[in-house]
């Protein structure tokens, strides 16, 4: 399968990863090998086999409603490289929701 | 040509739970430090797994019970993928191909009266994510809201006016507050309302080709005025030819008019899958217990007093407003009892006065108030003290268990007073004269 240009933009766009044109091209021909690679599991039949989403078997794992301990703040912003009066900072972005 | 709204609401609830959907992190963050509230859970660290809050399920349920829905068999979370630097992770776990709850309906009334069923699509769970603060060009962000429990309920296009739209969003905001799930203060954030707004020529089946998401609206009364301009503003520009297309509109109060904020060219593409760090849930066995906890809604509250009360059903829709009302309505009913005070005095003394009743002192006063109507109160001090000291010889077990702390107890000895004086007496003062005795320990 065969990626073209167009959808290696997109999957960039999606991963919010900037791409130049010639990295496009290389990431085409690199995802469209990835994509062949697992398309390979198209050729075992899996008419009549349920999908499995989880491997566990569980079901209703839940916990009470209580509450434990939390990081600090200053632990919480720890790793990052911007910081300002507790908060995280990220340069601007509009309140979309 | 005529044309007719075609409308369809989604509302977000956050849950008033202890801890967080996923995490044990303390889950009220109103006011608070900023990430003061995080864990590696909730701040999407590598390798944090996430583990699921029962009390908010069983909530989401009742919720879902309350809305009439069907409870699935087999539930699952998934992943929902986008960028934002409000979600840690990445993606937000929400549901999708499998919700919690399904089916369900509401009833509804415009403003002529008029009663019509607003079918619900689903109730799902999900969590919220962190609060942004824009300032000077840059995003702040604050994680103790991310993950708290959110539950999305979505209807299906059957609004028709928005009058039935404010009706729809205060009486889901009344079941939150009964089923306490939530406080749903809407300036707070804590229920939030998004309305898909388009028009069609009357007659016309098929839903129109596009539909105009209305966002970020924190009232009912702005909700209301952004619908209605909406509708105004789709019809004619349909009537000048115009063709309306998929996007999302703010509402400015100051210009009383919608405004652009995205016109969705591409359509999102969240790339759901199924959460594999959360094994399925299966919670149809758990419905009866759900329900069995679920207090009585205002819809049955309502049909309960009119029939076992027999008062009107403009008054009954009043006193359940609040629950806390109804509450105090019943028991100002019992008090009354023994001065053959009829609910339905009190249901009009109540109404009429706009009295909010709430506190017990309210509901003696409605009671005194009605009883004062009729001849012979006693208002004298000695007198009652004398009373209260009768009652309180011949009630020990109250006295006792006032003194533990029980708040009842007083109730109890004040009815006591009540029925000996067949309810001619100012409560008011039976109340300091009582508490004195029982504070100062002068009881037998």
């Excluded at chain 1, 469209?32 to 989403?53: C, H, M, R, W």
């Excluded at chain 2, 998401?213 to 009537?239: D, G, V």
């Excluded at chain 2, 019943?330 to 001065?339: D, F, I, S, T, W």
């Amino acid at each position: 399968m065969k990626l073209n240009p167009q959808q290696v933009q997109k999957v960039a766009k999606l991963a919010n990863i900037p791409v130049s044109e010639e990295e496009v091209e290389k990431y085409s021909d690199q995802l469209s090998k990835i994509l062949d690679y697992i398309d390979q599991l198209n050729s075992v039949d899996t008419a009549g086999v349920e999908p499995t989403f989880n491997i566990t078997g569980l079901s209703n794992v839940l916990r009470d409603d209580e509450v434990g301990e939390s990081l600090s703040q200053e632990e919480a912003l720890k790793n990052t490289s911007q910081k300002k009066e507790g908060f995280f900072v990220t340069k601007g972005v509009f309140e979309e929701g | 040509m005529k044309y007719e709204p075609v409308i369809g609401l989604e509302v977000h609830v956050e849950l008033n739970t202890k801890s967080k959907m996923f995490c044990r992190c303390f889950a009220d963050y109103f006011s608070k430090e900023p990430n003061t509230h995080t864990c590696p859970i909730c701040l999407g660290l590598p390798g944090a797994l996430p583990y699921t809050n029962k009390e908010a399920i069983t909530k989401c349920i009742q919720i879902g019970l309350a809305l009439n829905c069907k409870i699935v068999d087999l539930s699952r979370f998934e992943r929902k993928n986008y960028f934002y630097p409000d979600l840690p992770k990445g993606y937000q776990i929400s549901q999708y191909r499998w919700p919690l709850c399904v089916e369900g309906w509401l009833e509804v009334e415009d403003k002529e009266g008029n009663v019509s069923k607003i079918r619900i699509n689903r109730v799902h769970q999900e969590e919220d994510t962190g609060k942004l603060t824009h300032s000077d060009g840059q995003t702040l962000i604050d994680f103790n809201r991310s993950g708290v429990p959110l539950v999305e309920i979505v209807t299906e296009p059957d609004f028709t006016d928005p009058s039935q739209v404010k009706d729809y969003a205060k009486k889901l905001q009344q079941i939150f507050r009964y089923l306490s799930v939530s406080n749903a203060d809407m300036e707070k954030g804590d229920m939030r309302l998004e309305a898909n707004v388009s028009v069609r020529p009357v007659g016309q089946k098929e839903l129109p080709n596009y539909r105009v998401e209305l966002k970020n609206i924190n009232s009912f009364r702005f909700m209301t005025a952004a619908i209605e301009y909406e509708i105004k503003r789709q019809i004619e520009a349909l009537e000048k030819g115009e063709k309306l297309t998929q996007e999302t509109r703010g509402w400015n109060e100051d210009k009383r008019e919608t405004y652009l904020q995205r016109s969705k060219e591409e359509a999102h593409d969240y790339r759901y899958f199924p959460e594999p760090d959360l094994p399925e849930l299966k919670m149809k066995s758990e419905e009866e217990r759900v329900k069995e906890e679920m207090v009585e809604l205002p819809q049955a509250k309502m049909q309960r007093f009119v029939s076992e009360y027999g008062i009107s059903k403009q008054n009954a829709q009043v006193l359940v407003e609040l629950k806390e009302v109804g509450y105090y309505f019943e028991k100002a009913v019992k008090l009354g009892e023994a001065q053959q005070i009829k609910p339905q005095e009190l249901a009009n003394y109540i109404v009429n006065q706009k009295i909010t009743l709430a506190s017990q002192d309210q509901v003696l006063r409605a009671v005194e108030f009605i009883a004062a109507k009729r001849v012979g109160i006693i208002e004298d001090e000695a007198v009652i003290k004398k009373i209260v000291l009768e009652v309180i010889k011949k009630n020990p077990k109250s006295v006792e268990d006032y003194k533990r702390g029980k708040l009842n107890a007083l109730q109890a000895l004040i009815g006591g007073v009540m029925r000996k004086t067949q309810g001619k007496v100012n409560v008011e003062k039976v109340m300091v004269v009582l508490e004195k005795k029982l504070k100062s320990g002068d009881t037998p």
